[in-house]
């Protein structure tokens, strides 16, 4: 069953709700940077998400570099946001 891509009306109105997120350029994924006190804390961090996201069968893309982390969601299903996005962001926004 094929996942359905968020409106555009959907996708702001999410995007409004979620702390520090803001739309990738082309419009088809968020991001989010996250910095931590070092990288013990970062990749505990990742490490909670990764539980979460493996939980939802919902992955990120994301970067880390020491106290950094960078993460984009998108639905490559959906070619662009979906639902499961929106979900795995407020998730994320819980653990910070």
């Keep these: 069953m094929p996942?359905?891509?968020l409106t555009d009306a959907e996708r702001d109105a999410a995007l409004a709700e979620l702390s520090g997120w803001s739309l990738r350029e082309d419009g088809l994924a968020i991001e989010r940077e996250l910095r931590f006190a070092d990288f013990n804390a970062a990749f505990g961090f990742m490490t909670r998400v990764a539980l979460a996201a493996e939980k939802a069968d919902h992955h990120p893309e994301w970067f880390n570099v020491y106290n950094r982390v960078r993460i984009t969601l998108t639905t490559h299903d959906a070619a662009g946001l979906?639902?499961?996005?929106?979900?795995l962001a407020r998730a994320?926004?819980?653990?910070?």
């Design 82 to 87: 979906s639902a499961r996005d929106v979900a």
């Design 92 to 96: 994320i926004d819980a653990m910070v």
């Design 3 to 5: 996942i359905p891509r």
